[in-house]
């Protein structure tokens, strides 16, 4: 699991059996269909899915799995190159059925070098950008934690799909792939041209917001879908808190539908977005450990064992704030001796070898690991597959729906 991580490599076999197709069953499949499908919203209309629950993943067999059980899988190219994408992508095609799914790119608004088109340019350009002291203090943060080298021939290239260079070949891969219906942006609104370029091939774009502003910057670019992630959410996200955000952003960008983002881990929740007035969800936290989901068994403990007081927003990896599980890593870059993290995508550069080595030897590397992931994760505390996580989501929501039913005056 990677927020900016890097595959080790493609994976052609893949874990996890693809998902049987999911009917809502048990207490769900007995209810009358209008119930079943009262968690319908326009966008599942607009989209062919029976669920408006959004998933993003970076593990191809989560995306599958999801979009397989009448919700919407993501998956989060930034790590992939275009040609490992175009693997993932061939995957997930011949596994998710007549599902349609989308891919997660990373354009952010403002980053180092943005002038500069050429992928291999601007890498040359950002390495010589890079202070040797910001190398050598994450060299000797990994070495005192005993965290064992990388093999050279296994080492990624450091600068990872986060610029518009390096996003361009991962659209084009995507928008070759039929079933990609909908292309999602991080961190900014997504250029004009790429938006042209996704409408043009008849698919949707999302991107991600923290702030009504933003949301608007979004909307007035033709961006089709907005998804609101308040601060509990894992990953990058802003400072105001999901139940304050989403209805801001709501009428902000109406009638332009929003999915709620940061913080869902349960139907209760669902039930709460879609009463703001949200077209849907959008997760993350909630795949990381995922019987589907490609994480070290290391890393999934490190999500079991934590509470929602065990995360922190830190610019340590990726040099924007990003929500991940505090430990000494993310603690020694704020300490004063510390240099003051780059910035995107500068310090995603330094610390592409530290992503590599704590997911590659996880189980001694979990105090300086990149564990992204939102506050939620003090709801996680054992593997449940795609298929259980969703029924226990329409169920849970089902459920709140009749609470609520139950407080009208009879
Ligand atoms: C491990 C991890 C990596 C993420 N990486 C990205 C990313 O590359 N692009 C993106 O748009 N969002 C990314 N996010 C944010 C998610 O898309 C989503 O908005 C967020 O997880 C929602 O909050 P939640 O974690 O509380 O469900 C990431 C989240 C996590 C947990």
């Known amino acids: 699991m990677r927020d900016g991580g890097a595959p080790e490599q493609p994976r052609v076999g893949g874990q996890g059996a693809p998902a049987p197709g999911f009917p809502l ?8 269909p209008e119930e079943v499908f009262a968690m319908r919203t326009e966008l599942c209309e607009k989209l062919g899915i029976d669920l408006p629950v959004f998933a993003f993943t970076h593990c191809r067999d989560v995306v599958a799995a999801v979009s397989k059980a009448g ?13 490992q994408l175009e693997i993932e992508l061939d995957w997930i095609d011949e596994h998710v059925g007549d599902h349609g799914y989308g891919v997660d790119i990373v354009i952010p608004g403002k980053y180092e070098g943005m002038d500069e088109i050429d992928p291999a340019r601007l890498e040359a350009q950002l390495r010589a950008a890079i202070p040797e002291q910001h190398r050598s203090f994450a060299s000797k943060l990994l070495s005192d934690a005993g965290v064992p080298e990388m093999p050279a021939e296994d080492k990624h290239h450091e600068l990872l799909g986060w610029t518009a260079a390096t996003a361009a070949p991962q659209v084009e891969c995507a928008l070759r792939h039929e079933r990609v219906k909908l292309i999602a942006n991080a961190l900014g609104t997504p250029p004009e041209d790429v938006i042209e370029q996704v409408h043009e091939a008849g698919r949707l774009v999302a991107a991600l917001c923290g702030s009504p502003r933003q949301a608007l910057k979004h909307t007035e670019a033709g961006v089709d ?3 609101a992630q308040g601060t509990e959410g894992g990953g990058h996200t802003g400072e105001v808190g999901s ?10 960008v109406a009638p332009t539908p929003v999915l709620a983002a940061g913080g869902i881990g349960s139907g209760q929740q669902i039930a709460a977005a879609l009463a703001v ?3 849907g969800v959008w997760t993350g936290s909630l795949w ?9 068994p290391a890393q999934r403990q490190s999500y079991f064992d934590a509470t929602s007081r065990d995360t922190v927003r830190s610019r340590s990896f990726t040099g ?11 603690q020694a870059w704020e300490r004063e001796d510390a240099p003051d993290p780059l910035g995107m995508p500068l310090q995603g550069m330094v610390t592409m070898d530290a992503v590599q080595r704590t997911h590659r030897y996880a189980d001694a590397a979990q105090k300086v690991a990149f ?6 994760v003090g709801m996680i505390d054992h593997v449940e597959s795609v298929r259980q996580v969703m029924q226990r989501l329409s169920e849970e929501y089902l459920s709140a729906v009749d609470r609520l039913e139950g407080l009208q005056p009879s």
């Open 25 to 32: 069953q048990s207490r769900v499949l007995e209810e009358s």
């Open 71 to 83: 919700g919407f899988g993501v998956l989060g190219a930034v790590g992939f190159t275009a040609e």
């Open 225 to 227: 879908i907005v998804i």
């Open 243 to 252: 139940l304050v955000l989403w209805p801001q952003v709501i009428s902000a």
């Open 277 to 279: 007035g949200a077209a």
């Open 288 to 296: 990381l450990a995922v019987e589907e989901a490609e994480a070290p």
């Open 320 to 330: 924007k704030p990003c929500r991940m599980l505090k430990n000494e890593w993310t």
């Open 371 to 376: 564990n992204p992931v939102g506050q939620v």
